[in-house]
């Protein structure tokens, strides 16, 4: 059963940077699935912030591409992700999650850019 | 972006009648390369992640009790919970996948009248 565990500070200052980490289990993060992150603030729908593949290739979404960068770590079946600059306005539940897939009859592998797999969530409060 | 709009905001349904869900999105996210809608729906319930209930606009994830159903295409889709049950309570999003960057609708909340 693929599991995913974040971790991170619950509290950022304004003007600081968030930093999320993701733990996978019962998958490899070098499987054929990019991993994303999606947030969603108190009371609000949902967000996607980025993706990122294996090999270190990210996708973000533009709103925030200015201020987010992802990583891969896969020594530790891990991903990240640093949100700069942050205000008030960034106050959410950051959840990691993992994009979905599929096989053709081919053997060649699709990415749907929808997930299958979440984190457990972490609020995230910006404030001093 | 294409835009995700959910029609109603929250509804109130009696236990073992329809619930239906509208999503209307601001261009068609039909992919002619395959013939299927990107289109899929989530659930989620208070303090939990959403989880994934139908994509494809009608496919049903793994699981999914059959109570459960997505229609529609091109720009209009619904999803439909056929009885509905005390644990079905909950937040229901869409979401489109067909291009970048994927987006959701702004959600319903459906309830035991």
């Known amino acids: 059963q693929v599991q995913l565990q974040q971790s991170g500070p619950g509290l950022v200052k304004p003007s600081g940077t968030l930093s999320l980490t993701c733990a996978v289990s019962g998958d490899s993060i070098s499987s054929s699935n990019w991993w994303s992150w999606v947030r969603q603030p108190p009371g609000k729908g949902l967000e996607w912030i980025g993706k990122?593949?294996?090999?270190?290739?990210?996708n973000y979404n533009p709103s925030l591409e200015s201020r987010v960068t992802m990583s891969i770590d896969k020594s530790k079946n891990q991903f990240s992700l640093k949100l700069s600059s942050v205000t008030a306005a960034d106050t959410a539940v950051y959840y990691c999650?993992?994009?979905?897939?599929?096989?053709?009859?081919?053997?060649?592998?699709?990415?749907?850019?929808?997930?299958?797999?979440w984190g457990q969530g972490t609020l995230v409060t910006v404030s001093s | 972006d294409i835009v995700m709009s959910q029609s109603p905001d929250s509804l109130a349904v009696s236990l073992g009648e329809r619930a239906t869900i509208n999503c209307k999105s601001s261009?068609?996210?039909?992919?002619?390369?395959?013939?299927?809608?990107?289109l899929a729906w989530y659930q989620q319930k208070p303090g939990q992640p959403p989880k994934l209930l139908i994509y494809?606009?009608?496919t049903r994830e793994s699981g999914v009790p059959d109570r459960f159903s997505g229609s529609g295409s091109g720009t209009d889709f619904t999803l439909t919970i056929s009885s509905l049950q005390a644990e079905d309570v909950a937040l229901y999003y869409c979401q489109q996948y067909y291009n970048s960057p994927r987006t959701f609708g702004q959600g319903t909340k459906v309830e035991i009248k």
């Open positions: 494809w606009a009608s």
């Open positions: 990122i593949y294996h090999s270190g290739s990210t």
């Open positions: 999650a993992r994009d979905s897939g599929y096989y053709d009859i081919r053997n060649s592998y699709h990415t749907l850019d929808l997930f299958d797999y």
């Open positions: 261009q068609s996210v039909l992919d002619t390369s395959n013939n299927k809608n990107s």
